[in-house]
């Protein structure tokens, strides 16, 4: 068995980096997926948001590049819901929530996208092995040798978009943090068109969610890849930030709380490029918080890099800063 390329990982990075190899007129891709289908980790527990901020200005451009994108609708059904950011701003959260207080910014080009429908799409021709594991690999006369727990197979490059496992199959300093996501009971008074209400300072955010609404108190707790324990005290942790920050929510049931895994850099930043220690691993990981809003443009930028469209040297998203 054998590809010209093969990826390991069918989430956002390995998913959407396919999707860009594809359109670039490279189709000899396999991407090998532990599981038995595409989304179980990251790419299918997440707050489906298209959010437009980050802090760093290097990710600042991916996001705007890929958010405007997925904004048409085209690759998913979007929602143009908004975003209001509590924090620096005068507009009053209450004008577009009427349950939400506070002052801060409204972004009316946010919203939600069907994840898996998003997921789905990246993945449409691929050819993908699932139910199998990536095990190591040995270099070749002509490339690499990937052993897999169903065999051997061998390729001229190999891309890490391994999600909360990147670290460790790619050998690098990456951390997956936990995270939990808690949905109410459905509730009369939630009006489904609400938008993303954002309190970054303070760490809460909610939206409408089947119903009822979907919370997150954007906790960050260093984990294990694939190790989903709920911690029981996030349910006080939320009713706190209720009180203090969203008084006029009320007491609120949870129905469904889960963990998810954000991994990161130590500086935070994506990790797009070529291993400095080996030429034919290339890697896409670390996409922390935003591997959603900014997947097409992160899929696009692996592919030009790859392909040789894109110069990978210098490159603000490079792993050899790593090292
Ligand atoms: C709670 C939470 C909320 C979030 N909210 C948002 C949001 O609102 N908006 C946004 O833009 N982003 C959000 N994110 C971030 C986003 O979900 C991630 O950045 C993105 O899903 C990461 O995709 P990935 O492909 O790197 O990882 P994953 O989706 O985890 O994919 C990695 C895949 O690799 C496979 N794999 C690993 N090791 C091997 C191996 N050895 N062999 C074969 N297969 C292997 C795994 O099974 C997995 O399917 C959130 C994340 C979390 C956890």
Same mark, same amino acid.
């Given at each position: 068995?054998?590809?010209?390329?093969?990826?390991?990982?069918?989430?956002?990075? #390995?998913?959407?980096?396919?999707?860009? %190899?594809?359109?670039?007129?490279?189709?000899?891709? %396999?991407?090998?997926?532990?599981?038995?289908?595409?989304?179980?980790?990251?790419?299918?527990?997440?707050?489906?948001?298209?959010?437009?901020?980050?802090?760093?200005?290097?990710?600042?451009?991916?996001?705007?590049?890929?958010?405007?994108?997925?904004?048409?609708?085209?690759?998913?059904?979007?929602?143009?819901?908004?975003?209001?950011?509590?924090?620096?701003?005068?507009?009053?959260?209450?004008?577009?929530?009427?349950?939400?207080?506070?002052?801060?910014?409204?972004?009316?080009?946010?919203? *939600?996208?069907?994840?898996?429908?998003?997921?789905?799409?990246?993945?449409?021709?691929?050819?993908?092995?699932?139910?199998? *594991?990536?095990?190591?690999?040995?270099?070749?006369?002509?490339?690499?040798?990937?052993?897999?727990?169903?065999?051997?197979?061998?390729?001229? %490059?190999?891309?890490?978009?391994?999600?909360?496992?990147?670290?460790?199959?790619?050998?690098?300093?990456?951390?997956?943090?936990?995270?939990?996501?808690?949905?109410?009971?459905?509730?009369?008074?939630?009006? #489904?068109?609400?938008?993303?209400?954002?309190?970054?300072?303070?760490?809460?955010?909610?939206?409408?969610?089947?119903?009822?609404?979907?919370?997150?108190?954007?906790?960050?707790?260093?984990?294990?890849?694939?190790?989903?324990?709920?911690?029981?005290?996030?349910?006080?942790?939320?009713?706190?930030?209720?009180? *203090?920050?969203?008084?006029?929510?009320?007491?609120?049931?949870?129905?469904?709380?889960?963990?998810?895994?954000?991994?990161?850099?130590?500086?935070?930043?994506?990790?797009? #490029?070529?291993?400095?220690?080996?030429?034919?691993?290339?890697?896409?990981?670390? %996409?922390?918080?935003?591997?959603? *809003?900014?997947?097409?443009?992160?899929?696009?930028?692996?592919?030009?890099?790859?392909?040789?469209?894109?110069?990978?040297?210098?490159?603000?998203?490079?792993?050899?800063?790593?090292?």
């Amino acid at each position: 068995m054998g590809a010209d390329i093969v990826i390991i990982g069918a989430g956002f990075a #390995g998913a959407a980096t396919a999707f860009h %190899l594809a359109r670039l007129g490279r189709t000899d891709v %396999l991407i090998i997926e532990r599981e038995a289908s595409a989304g179980v980790h990251s790419s299918g527990r997440n707050a489906a948001i298209i959010r437009e901020h980050a802090d760093d200005a290097a990710e600042q451009a991916l996001l705007h590049a890929g958010a405007n994108v997925l904004r048409r609708g085209e690759l998913a059904a979007f929602d143009r819901r908004g975003l209001f950011i509590v924090g620096p701003g005068q507009d009053e959260a209450a004008r577009y929530c009427p349950r939400a207080s506070g002052r801060g910014t409204w972004h009316p080009d946010d919203g *939600t996208i069907d994840v898996s429908g998003l997921l789905g799409r990246y993945l449409e021709g691929q050819r993908v092995l699932y139910g199998v *594991t990536v095990l190591d690999w040995t270099h070749g006369a002509h490339g690499l040798t990937v052993r897999t727990t169903e065999g051997d197979v061998d390729c001229r %490059l190999l891309v890490n978009a391994a999600g909360p496992w990147a670290g460790e199959v790619g050998k690098l300093p990456l951390t997956p943090y936990n995270r939990h996501l808690m949905v109410s009971t459905p509730m009369p008074w939630v009006d #489904g068109r609400w938008p993303v209400i954002w309190d970054g300072y303070r760490h809460f955010y909610f939206r409408p969610e089947s119903g009822g609404l979907l919370f997150s108190c954007c906790d960050e707790t260093p984990g294990r890849p694939g190790v989903y324990e709920e911690d029981p005290k996030i349910l006080d942790t939320l009713q706190q930030r209720i009180e *203090t920050l969203q008084p006029a929510l009320g007491a609120i049931a949870i129905r469904t709380t889960w963990v998810g895994q954000r991994t990161f850099a130590p500086d935070r930043r994506f990790v797009i #490029g070529f291993d400095p220690r080996d030429e034919r691993v290339f890697h896409v990981a670390g %996409l922390g918080g935003h591997g959603v *809003t900014a997947s097409y443009a992160i899929g696009l930028r692996a592919a030009e890099i790859i392909t040789g469209k894109l110069d990978g040297r210098d490159d603000p998203f490079g792993a050899g800063r790593l090292f």
